[in-house]
């Protein structure tokens, strides 16, 4: 890809049509925001490095930039093919109807249905996730099968207490008891229901990029820094109490769909929640954060570097700053959340993005 500004087939005006989705971290409310700061920056070649739904990537991406989306989780990289390397295909009733149905020609796996009996859905559900896997696999076209990915996925977060992984909580949705929290109706609406809403959602969101964005699986660090011109680094948050965001931990159910056939043996069977065994990630402790950002800034010296973080996590934004001046002349610490909390009760959190360049 050339570093051209006429290389575009998209108008800035291109609306912002992402769904809203149920992830930890989600940057869709301020994506928009992120991408207007950067406007009078001169670069076309962009790596989301952490992109997780895909928000920000889709921002850039109707801002006519080249985008790379990338996320560790295999799962999560199907978002980015559907909604950003993906730039005409949709879906069709055909293909999401009855998703839940055996058809003809398909084989059907029992991975669900044994290992994750009381844990984190009906038993009846767990059966429709093992057929509706077996027919998303079944489909050959790659950003069709994506988009139902996605359309899964979405359908998997919707019906979870808190829309995560992270306990054997089945019985929070089940017992007939007063709730201050979660919404009962959304849980309890069918898998075949939320599929198809979120299977329409992400088909009116497919937009053209000029066939110049990628969806990539790969750790952060493992790009080519002379093919970008910036790299937008949005990493798990790590709190003033040093517990970072484990995405690996939170999502690990919807990640072992993307490895149905090895799942059973990738289970770590001393978790109750039968988690996948854990991986080691530097960016999510208070410990090695720090020392993980100094390498990333440090890989990608040559690009502009924009960076979110929150005002409240460890390192602190000063500690961000003082490090990213040691690779940029220039650096802008912005508060993103200005407007959008300005009247909420989380005063002392806020969005903040730093640019280096
Ligand atoms: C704060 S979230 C990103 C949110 C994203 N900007 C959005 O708007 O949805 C951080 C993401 O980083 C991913 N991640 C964690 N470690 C990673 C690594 N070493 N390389 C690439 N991605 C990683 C996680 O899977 C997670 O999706």
């Keep these: ?72 989780l295999r799962f999560n990289q199907q978002v980015g093919l559907a909604l950003i390397e993906n730039d005409d295909v949709t879906l069709n009733d055909k293909t999401t109807a009855n998703i839940g149905e055996r058809r003809s020609g398909v084989n059907y796996g029992l991975v669900i249905q044994e290992n994750f009996g009381d844990i984190y859905y009906t038993d009846e559900e767990n059966r429709w996730l093992d057929v509706a896997v077996g027919n998303i696999r079944s489909i050959k076209n790659q950003f069709v099968q994506a988009l139902a990915w996605f359309s899964l996925f979405q359908s998997a977060m919707s019906k979870r207490p808190y829309n995560l992984f992270h306990r054997r909580n089945l019985y929070m949705r089940m017992s007939n008891v007063e709730r201050s929290f979660g919404n009962k109706k959304t849980w309890d609406r069918s898998f075949e229901d ?104 440090e890989r990608y010296a040559s690009c502009i570097l924009a960076v979110s973080y929150r005002s409240d996590g460890i390192p602190t934004i000063e500690d961000l700053v003082t490090l990213l001046k040691r690779y940029k002349k220039s650096v802008r610490v912005i508060d993103i959340s200005a407007n959008q909390y300005a009247l909420s009760n989380r005063k002392h959190t806020r969005e903040m993005l730093i640019v280096g360049n």
């Design 194 to 297: 939320h599929f198809q809403n979120f299977a329409r959602l992400a088909s009116a969101a497919v937009v053209d990029g000029g066939n110049n964005c990628v969806s990539r699986n790969q750790d952060a660090m493992d790009f080519d820094p002379s093919a970008m011109d910036l790299v937008y680094i949005d990493p798990p948050y790590v709190s003033a109490g040093g517990t970072g965001v484990d995405y690996h931990g939170f999502y690990h159910f919807l990640e072992g769909m993307m490895h149905y056939d090895d799942w059973p043996g990738m289970i770590d069977r001393t978790s109750k929640h039968h988690r996948l065994l854990t991986d080691n990630n530097g960016w999510c402790s208070d410990k090695t954060n720090e020392n993980m950002f100094r390498l990333i800034f």
């Design 1 to 72: 890809m050339s570093r051209n500004r006429q290389a575009s087939t998209i108008s800035e005006s291109e609306p912002y049509l992402f769904p809203s989705t149920r992830y930890q971290g989600s940057k869709r409310k301020i994506a928009q925001r992120i991408v207007s700061e950067l406007s009078g920056l001169d670069y076309v070649r962009v790596l989301d490095a952490f992109g997780g739904t895909a928000a920000v990537s889709y921002a850039f991406k109707i801002a006519g930039k080249h985008v790379t989306y990338n996320d560790a």
